[in-house]
């Protein structure tokens, strides 16, 4: 009943820039946090950022100072500005939303499907 879904990834060339989107959509009561996720080829998953509804922000260390995420609560999306791009930013970048759904009870957390972003160097 809940869907998530990425856009905005691609190949960049290092030190450019890409813009991430990922908006909710379906069966939704309140949207506590969002956030973006990655994960490269023989690692684990990890935290990029995260963002509350009262825009609260949480950011990885590697991406400290280059990356922004910001909110547009009306329209249940999250956005992730990923400025001077490097190679190992590569992995595919997951949306994640922790929510409240109108049919299932508590709060869940949903993933997106992924989107892939490769830098070259």
């Known amino acids: 009943q809940v869907q998530l879904v990425e856009s905005g990834g691609g190949l960049v060339q290092a030190g450019g820039s890409l813009r991430l989107s990922c908006a909710a959509s379906?069966?939704?009561?309140?949207?506590?946090?969002m956030g973006w996720y990655r994960q490269a080829p023989g690692k684990q998953r990890e935290l990029v950022a995260t963002?509350?509804?009262?825009?609260?922000?949480n950011y990885a260390d590697s991406v400290k100072g280059r990356f922004t995420i910001a909110r547009d609560n009306a329209k249940n999306t999250v956005y992730l500005q990923m400025n001077s791009l490097k190679p190992e930013d590569t992995a595919v970048y997951y949306c994640?939303?922790?929510?409240?759904?109108?049919?299932?009870?508590?709060?869940?957390?949903?993933w997106g499907q992924g989107t892939q972003v490769t830098v070259s160097s």
């Open positions: 963002i509350t509804s009262g825009t609260s922000t």
């Open positions: 379906g069966s939704i009561f309140s949207i506590n946090a």
């Open positions: 994640a939303a922790l929510l409240q759904s109108t049919v299932i009870p508590g709060v869940r957390n949903y």
